[in-house]
């Protein structure tokens, strides 16, 4: 592991936070994952990965890109990485953390992108999802995501459901088959 860089990335989310109130970020659905837990997570993953697959990592939700770290410190077969962050006030500070380490990072939202083509897909999802609640989503962009899910699911949503139940869904769109997909959810 890159102390250096991990050390950088936690700063760096202090930094960030403190510059946004508690009330924004609840509104916002950004709550970011502690260091230690994302080395779990993805310690956990990696278990279900065989040892001679190569990786190709997607974080739908980077903010700082605390999975992505702990995924270096693992050091398994990387291949491919790639995360989307729709906040600049992370994303462009993300960007400029990771530029050297093959990172795709894209700033834009995740559920409006397109898919890769199959053989780009991803087999190992790690992601904290935005925990906007289904009062704080409007009714234009309710009514878009339960659009998409049918179409790709076959499964319909209420209008109820938190941005993180659309996150998951739509990502099965980016899935590799046999991919392994770790989501944090609140419930």
Request: proline letters at 7%.
């Amino acid at each position: 592991m890159n102390v250096t860089v991990e050390q950088t990335r936690v700063s760096l989310q202090k930094t960030l936070d403190e510059g946004r109130s508690a009330q924004v970020r609840n509104r916002l659905g950004q709550f970011a994952t502690p260091g230690q837990l994302a080395r779990d997570v993805v310690r956990c993953g990696l278990k279900f990965v065989g040892p001679d697959v190569s990786i190709r990592f997607l974080d739908p939700a980077f903010g700082t890109g605390s999975f992505y770290s702990a995924l270096l410190e693992a050091e398994p077969s990387l291949s491919a990485a790639a995360g989307f962050e729709i906040d600049s006030h992370y994303g462009v500070p993300a960007l400029e953390l990771w530029r050297k380490s093959g990172l795709q990072l894209t700033l834009s939202d995740f559920t409006k992108a397109a898919p890769p083509a199959p053989k780009e897909a991803f087999n190992f999802i790690i992601c904290n999802p935005p925990y906007v609640r289904h009062h704080h989503i409007s009714k234009e962009e309710k009514e878009r995501l339960q659009r998409l899910i049918p179409e790709f699911t076959g499964a319909r949503i209420r209008g109820l459901a938190g941005l993180y139940c659309y996150f998951m869904l739509l990502a099965h769109r980016w899935m590799a088959p046999d991919a392994i997909a770790r989501w944090f959810v609140p419930s």
